[in-house]
């Protein structure tokens, strides 16, 4: 089991930034990636960035590249979501998760923290 608590949230106005934290605890050696997504309401979870716990390699979702980056401190087990330039269309609860190569799944989830974007 691996369990993922997020921290960050809030609201901001467009244009401004916020970072996210999930920390992570319990069978941490079974990480292979780690990612945060965003539900929006009405809408499905959608992919925001990852980021692979061995080497760092990341990617984006279309929408938020050159605004998000995905950074990661394995010492902490701790993955961060710096979100700058934010629209009122970031508006969402955005979830932790991991990605874990035994079950090819993302398959952990943390809470969710809500993020709110005012025009």
């Known amino acids: 089991q691996v369990q993922l608590v997020e921290s960050g949230g809030g609201l901001v106005q467009a244009g401004g930034s916020l970072r996210l934290s999930c920390a992570a605890s319990?069978?941490?050696?079974?990480?292979?990636?780690m990612g945060w997504f965003r539900q929006a309401p009405g809408k499905e979870r959608e992919f925001v960035a990852r980021?692979?716990?061995?080497?760092?390699?990341?990617s984006y979702a279309d929408s938020v590249k050159g605004r998000f980056t995905i950074s990661r401190e394995n010492a902490l087990n701790t993955v961060y979501l710096q979100m700058n330039s934010l629209k009122p269309e970031d508006t969402a609860v955005y979830y932790c998760?991991?990605?874990?190569?035994?079950?090819?799944?993302?398959?952990?989830w943390g809470q969710g923290t809500q993020v709110t974007v005012s025009s």
């Open positions: 998760a991991v990605y874990r190569s035994a079950t090819i799944l993302w398959d952990y």
């Open positions: 319990g069978r941490t050696f079974s990480i292979y990636a």
């Open positions: 980021i692979n716990w061995s080497g760092g390699s990341t």
